[in-house]
């Protein structure tokens, strides 16, 4: 089967837009498979995954609860490929992305800063009721779970175990959690997040 340009008539093997891929013709003209969008899950699912760009962003969802899937070196087709596999909305930066693939799902965010990228994100998805705060493990994406202090030994500092009542770790990268002031200014940042949201 052939996909022929619009402009031309140039035919191509359809297997080139894989994903919904577009093409560049010799005569100037996009190419794609405009009939067969493809979903990449429905944005209430609260999945996502954050390219390049967006690394603070993705971290900042983590904290707040959403599954945010990330990666600091990804090229463009695999970060498509992963999205409709994995059911995941895509966020990006590039704003051509949604012009080059021709899929449903793709969010550009157009807020530069960190904080306005998770309160442009929070609105467009509505996702301030779902927010579930340090729930989440911040570096690999994995849910927390409640750990004892007698279990913690040699993984947090002395001090913090001797002082700490509640703690969570993350059953992936091992990683360990408390309450202390970083999770107070947290706190107060994401309470202002969804005041606005």
Same mark, same amino acid.
């Given at each position: 089967?052939?996909?022929?340009?619009?402009?031309?008539?140039?035919? !191509?093997?359809?297997?080139?837009?894989?994903?919904?891929?577009?093409?560049?013709?010799?005569?100037? @003209?996009?190419?794609?498979?405009? +009939?067969?969008?493809?979903?990449?899950?429905?944005?209430?699912?609260?999945?996502?995954?954050? $390219?390049?760009?967006?690394?603070?962003?993705? /971290?900042?969802?983590?904290?707040?609860?959403?599954?945010?899937? !990330?990666? $600091?070196?990804?090229?463009?087709?695999?970060?498509?490929?992963?999205?409709?596999?994995?059911?995941?909305?895509?966020?990006?930066?590039?704003?051509?992305?949604?012009?080059?693939?021709?899929?449903?799902?793709?969010? #550009? #965010?157009?807020?530069?800063?960190?904080?306005?990228?998770?309160?442009?994100?929070?609105?467009?998805? @509505?996702?301030?009721?779902?927010?579930?705060?340090? +729930?989440?493990?911040?570096?690999?994406?994995? $849910?927390?779970?409640?750990?004892?202090?007698? $279990?913690?030994?040699?993984?947090?500092?002395?001090?913090?175990?001797?002082?700490?009542?509640?703690?969570?770790?993350?059953?992936?990268?091992?990683?360990? !959690?408390?309450?202390? +002031?970083?999770?107070? /200014?947290?706190?107060?940042?994401?309470?202002?997040?969804?005041?606005?949201?």
């Amino acid at each position: 089967m052939a996909v022929v340009c619009p402009r031309c008539g140039r035919e !191509y093997d359809v297997t080139l837009f894989e994903f919904g891929r577009t093409l560049w013709c010799t005569c100037g @003209a996009r190419v794609g498979v405009a +009939s067969r969008e493809l979903s990449l899950g429905a944005a209430a699912e609260n999945r996502f995954l954050a $390219d390049a760009m967006l690394g603070k962003l993705a /971290r900042w969802l983590r904290l707040l609860g959403f599954d945010c899937a !990330y990666e $600091d070196r990804i090229a463009d087709a695999e970060l498509i490929r992963r999205g409709v596999e994995q059911q995941r909305v895509i966020l990006t930066r590039d704003r051509a992305l949604p012009h080059e693939w021709w899929l449903s799902g793709i969010c #550009v #965010v157009r807020a530069e800063a960190p904080f306005e990228q998770l309160g442009e994100v929070l609105r467009r998805f @509505a996702l301030a009721p779902s927010v579930q705060l340090f +729930s989440r493990c911040s570096q690999c994406n994995r $849910d927390l779970a409640s750990a004892h202090r007698a $279990d913690l030994a040699g993984r947090a500092p002395p001090h913090i175990l001797a002082t700490r009542e509640h703690f969570w770790e993350c059953a992936g990268c091992g990683r360990v !959690y408390w309450e202390g +002031s970083h999770t107070r /200014r947290i706190r107060q940042v994401v309470e202002r997040l969804l005041a606005e949201a």
